[in-house]
């Protein structure tokens, strides 16, 4: 059974930045396109980006353009999601997902879900 795994939220200032990791288990994990969507209270999960199986290919959100970067390690089973310039709208709960092989950016396409880490902006 796949496992995902999130770490790195925090509480963090308004213009800071924070590293989430993903780390996934009991799977193939070269083989999963990998996303990272988020949920602020009261609000519907929402795309963030997301990358290929290989990296080649990658896709964000226009709020997050310029200021996130999603990466992956496939060495350790590991995608990563850099966040700079954070503003306090970005203040959510953080889930990875997978699916096989080519993204998505709704999230009714992946399969399997992490728990989730909160993150918090403050001004």
């Known amino acids: 059974q796949v496992q995902l795994v999130e770490s790195g939220g925090r509480l963090v200032q308004a213009g800071g930045s924070l590293r989430l990791s993903c780390a996934v288990s009991?799977?193939?994990?070269?083989?999963?396109?990998m996303g990272w969507f988020r949920q602020a209270l009261g609000k519907e999960r929402e795309f963030v980006a997301a990358?290929?199986?290989?990296?080649?290919?990658?896709d964000y959100a226009d709020s997050v353009k310029g200021r996130f970067t999603i990466s992956r390690d496939n060495a350790k089973n590991t995608v990563y999601l850099q966040m700079n310039s954070l503003l306090p709208e970005d203040t959510a709960v953080y889930y990875c997902a997978a699916r096989p092989l080519s993204i998505g950016t709704h999230a009714r396409v992946y399969d399997q879900w992490g728990q989730g880490t909160q993150v918090t902006v403050f001004s």
């Open positions: 009991g799977g193939s994990f070269s083989a999963y396109a």
């Open positions: 990358i290929n199986w290989r990296g080649g290919v990658i």
